[in-house]
């Protein structure tokens, strides 16, 4: 009697944790198959060498499940919850990686994304799962009880279970396991970049390019407040861009991706220290100390000077050249009511290979959280960004990805 096989399609971050938890899994039960591993690149893990600047952020210590945004976050904590990150960081532990934190995140000790692609190449290797580069799978579909898989070129592999661990085209990726999932069936939310710098009105900010300054940053859609972060912004001759900001782009990404028309401002607190009252009585006082001095010196010290000279142009409280002695209380209350709250207009997202990761993908409410196993095609998984599941900056969408590819590949060993 011939093994059967599982076949898993994408070798990025989840793709690998499902297959060497599908290998580990078979082992335990007894059960003699076949894992291989499909990649479209010539090597594997070729997202995850850009992580974290090369350096990796693995995870993060903090577990808090609103870092997720999806359609179904029942689903998402069930799948976290079966592999919690002291379960991660056990397994890393166990396949040779040393880590270290810093607050809450966790990095490689080495501070190399590629020790991390190593020891998962090594571990997959050491339990027997075929990689197979330069393999892209076009094509997946029922044969019999089991599925038949189509490479570009061909190729054709039968499998008795799949994982689609292929999910996003972020960064250069590729989103055929999402392509796949819809041609088998499954409901895909359209995908759109997330944790992306924003495109916005430069008419204030572009002289601005190139500097960074911390502060709140608010969304607001509509009017309405939706989220805000802090953090280091970073102006650039197209918008802005930075962590802070990247966090609040997947909602404006979504609406942008749906056509609809929405006003969509990003706020900037660059005084999040100081209430209004402080700052003004602040303003005041600089008032007096740089009275000789032309407008555009009056926050010498307090911001980076072309982020505040750009600033101190959006409050319109006359020319820069002006001398500081010249600006009424009005005109002082007008530059601090801007710096507590500066509306800078979106026009748009970076596209997909500037974002982090995509939002989107197929629905997760329907795969069993327990096993990921599709609710509508018996043997067939998905795990990583193929589902409708993304997280904040900061570790999550790796957690994610590992957690997934966990349940993925322990459910795909336990049907078989």
Excluded at 56 to 84: I, Q
Excluded at 163 to 178: N, Q
Excluded at 390 to 412: K, M, Q
Aim: hydrophobic residues 40%; aromatic residues 6%; glycine residues 10%.
């Amino acid at each position: 009697m011939s093994k059967k096989t599982i076949a898993v399609v994408g070798a990025g971050a989840s793709g690998l944790m499902s297959a060497i938890c599908a290998a580990r899994r078979c082992t335990e039960l007894g059960k003699q198959v076949d894992i291989v591993l499909f990649e479209k690149n010539p090597r594997p893990g070729k997202k995850l060498l850009a992580t974290g600047n090369g350096r990796c952020n693995l995870t993060n210590t903090d577990e808090t499940r609103a870092a997720y945004h999806t359609g179904a976050p029942e689903a998402a904590a069930a799948v976290l919850n079966a592999f919690p990150v002291r379960e991660i960081l056990r397994f890393f532990a166990q396949i040779g990686l040393e880590t270290v934190q810093n607050g809450t995140l966790v990095y490689p000790r080495s501070m190399q994304a590629a020790s991390v692609l190593d020891v998962l190449r090594f571990e997959a290797t050491r339990r027997g799962v075929t990689i197979q580069p330069d393999s892209e799978i076009t094509d997946v579909r029922r044969a019999g009880k089991g599925f038949q898989l189509t490479a570009k070129g061909g190729n054709t592999y039968t499998a008795a279970a799949v994982i689609l661990a292929s999910g996003s085209a972020a960064g250069g990726g590729s989103d055929s396991g999402i392509v796949l999932l819809k041609r088998l069936g499954h409901t895909v939310l359209p995908p759109y970049p997330a944790l992306t710098p924003l495109k916005c009105d430069t008419t204030y900010i572009k002289t601005a390019a190139g500097m960074r300054a911390s502060a709140q940053v608010r969304l607001e859609i509509d009017g309405a407040s939706m989220h805000s972060e802090y953090g280091e912004v970073l102006f650039t001759d197209y918008g802005l861009s930075g962590i802070a900001v990247m966090q609040l782009s997947g909602e404006a990404a979504r609406l942008f991706s749906s056509g609809g028309r929405h006003e969509i401002n990003v706020v900037l607190d660059l005084a999040p220290e100081y209430d209004f009252p402080a700052l003004y009585a602040l303003l005041q006082r600089r008032r007096t100390i740089f009275a000789e001095q032309p407008l555009e010196q009056l926050l010498c010290g307090f911001l980076n000077k072309r982020v505040a000279m750009a600033a101190t142009k959006a409050a319109n409280i006359g020319p820069l050249s002006a001398a500081v002695s010249t600006l009424t209380d009005k005109q002082l209350k007008t530059l601090a009511a801007l710096l507590k709250a500066w509306r800078i207009p979106v026009t748009g997202v970076k596209g997909t290979p500037s974002a982090q990761v995509m939002g989107g993908g197929a629905a997760l409410n329907e795969f069993d959280p327990h096993t990921l196993q599709s609710s509508r095609l018996h043997g067939l998984f998905a795990c990583g960004e193929a589902l409708d599941v993304y997280g904040d900056c900061g570790g999550y969408n790796l957690t994610w990805a590992w957690a997934s590819g966990y349940v993925a590949g322990h459910g795909a060993a336990d049907m078989v």
